[in-house]
């Protein structure tokens, strides 16, 4: 999203909480003197310095945001301003980074007794990650307003921002066109390796140096007729123009005649269906199963980081021998939509992200990584659950806003059983 006001984006979110209303809370704008103010949850998850519950200062954009006067503004405050302009009786409660909601989202759902979600991530348009750090160990200033009495906070890790130097992520030349072309060039070097906004835009960008490839010709026959600027249009040819579902597509199909990827080629990168015959397509499905797949090893390894560095697994020498434990096999026969979601485990991990519901064994690529990190291996892989929480974000905001608006009731003067905080709204910026 371009733009130069904030106004321009709050304002638009504003609008929209304003329609929610009136078509489904239409009472709540009829008596704005006695009506109940209802709290909302923001998920925001873009990178900030958040220094209170309800407040956070927006470090830079993302995924291809680029609003420069938000950079360095609360916002919170800018959300609030725009709700207050249109007389909306809403606050502002929470703010919530994307992972932070998958955490609470996911240990809501778990029963009693069942193992301490710990770790939260996300990989959808873009990719991170949230844990439980000892206060003990951040050595940080902390400012700002938060509750030391557990002696831990969570930590939005940020990890799409990993490595923006290269000292150790793969880096091809179509890595670097990606980079070279996207709105914040030499940042979120990992994100542009892992996440559904560029995974679509990686396989356009191999594709189409194929096809210009004399030796190569990917498509053979395929006419290139000058458009606008002088290139052609279709969307082969166009930056940006593709998203990560063909990848899932390509992923998936293993019909003899690749059928289904051949019918996702024309509809996705606008090549006439004469032109693609089984052979081309089978060069699409490998190339976009190498970008698949090593996406989801990287995102393994940024799990498995957090895991060792969280020392969960610091135990799991005893557990080699374990019976009980389920093998790969075996865990195949308890997952939910692809996800692990049963069984013993040390470390629950809430997931959510398009990427990993809806690309076909990112969760197995992943586990292989796992499975190759000194201190996880094999036995250590097997006793970390996933478990997906469809926009577990939002869900996580709204809990969020729900108990910290319980907690400003319960330290208001008074305390009214009409004032009884169970309304709220959760947003989402992701």
């Known amino acids: 999203m371009l733009a130069y006001q904030a106004a321009d984006l709050f304002g638009f979110i504003a609008d929209q909480v304003e329609l929610l209303l009136r078509a489904h809370c239409s009472d709540y704008l009829r008596d704005l003197q006695n009506v109940k103010v209802l709290s909302l949850g923001l998920t925001f998850s873009f990178p900030v310095y958040q220094n209170a519950i309800n407040a956070g200062i927006l470090l830079r954009w993302t995924k291809g945001f680029d609003i420069p006067s938000v950079i360095g503004q609360d916002v919170c405050e800018l959300l609030q301003h725009e709700l207050t302009l249109r007389k909306l009786p809403v606050k502002v409660t929470a703010l919530v980074n994307d992972a932070a909601g998958t955490v609470m989202s996911r240990a809501y759902t778990l029963a009693r007794g069942e193992t301490r979600t710990s770790i939260g991530t996300i990989f959808g348009t873009g990719t991170n990650g949230v844990y439980p750090e000892k206060l003990s160990d951040i050595h940080k200033p902390i400012d700002g307003q938060f509750d030391d009495s557990t002696g831990e906070m969570f930590l939005s890790i940020e990890w799409g921002s990993f490595d923006n130097d290269l000292l150790v992520l793969p880096n091809t030349e179509y890595d670097i066109e990606v980079d070279q072309f996207s709105i914040n060039p030499g940042n979120q070097m990992f994100e542009k390796r892992v996440s559904g906004m560029f995974l679509g835009e990686l396989l356009r960008t191999i594709l189409?140096?194929?096809?210009?490839?004399?030796?190569?010709?990917?498509?053979?026959?395929?006419?290139?007729?000058?458009?606008?600027?002088?290139?052609?249009?279709?969307?082969?040819?166009?930056?940006?123009?593709?998203?990560?579902?063909?990848?899932?597509?390509?992923?998936?199909?293993?019909?003899?005649?690749?059928?289904?990827?051949?019918?996702?080629?024309?509809?996705?990168?606008?090549?006439?269906?004469?032109?693609?015959?089984?052979?081309?397509?089978?060069?699409?499905?490998?190339?976009?199963?190498?970008?698949?797949?090593?996406?989801?090893?990287?995102?393994?390894?940024?799990?498995?980081?957090?895991?060792?560095?969280?020392?969960?697994?610091?135990?799991?020498?005893?557990?080699?021998?374990?019976?009980?434990?389920?093998?790969?096999?075996?865990?195949?026969?308890?997952?939910?939509?692809?996800?692990?979601?049963?069984?013993?485990?040390?470390?629950?991990?809430?997931?959510?992200?398009?990427?990993?519901?809806?690309?076909?064994?990112?969760?197995?690529?992943?586990?292989?990584?796992?499975?190759?990190?000194?201190?996880?291996?094999?036995?250590?892989?097997?006793?970390?659950?996933?478990?997906?929480?469809?926009?577990?974000?939002?869900?996580g905001a709204a809990i969020i806003a729900l108990v910290a608006a319980q907690q400003a009731q319960s330290n208001a003067p008074s305390n009214s059983a009409r004032n009884n905080g169970r309304e709220g709204i959760t947003l989402s910026m992701r």
């Open 208 to 395: 189409a140096k194929l096809q210009n490839d004399p030796g190569v010709r990917l498509f053979d026959g395929l006419n290139l007729t000058p458009g606008i600027g002088g290139e052609e249009q279709i969307p082969l040819f166009t930056r940006w123009a593709v998203d990560s579902s063909i990848l899932s597509i390509a992923e998936l199909d293993d019909t003899n005649d690749l059928g289904i990827l051949r019918q996702k080629i024309f509809d996705t990168l606008g090549i006439p269906s004469s032109l693609i015959c089984f052979e081309n397509a089978q060069v699409v499905k490998i190339i976009a199963h190498a970008i698949g797949k090593r996406a989801a090893r990287l995102g393994g390894m940024a799990l498995g980081a957090v895991v060792t560095k969280t020392k969960q697994l610091a135990n799991i020498g005893s557990l080699e021998h374990d019976e009980n434990i389920p093998t790969l096999d075996e865990e195949h026969h308890t997952m939910e939509h692809g996800l692990t979601t049963h069984g013993p485990c040390l470390v629950d991990v809430g997931v959510d992200g398009s990427v990993i519901e809806c690309y076909p064994r990112f969760e197995l690529y992943m586990r292989e990584a796992l499975r190759a990190l000194d201190g996880i291996g094999a036995a250590g892989e097997r006793m970390i659950r996933m478990g997906l929480t469809k926009d577990g974000s939002s869900v």
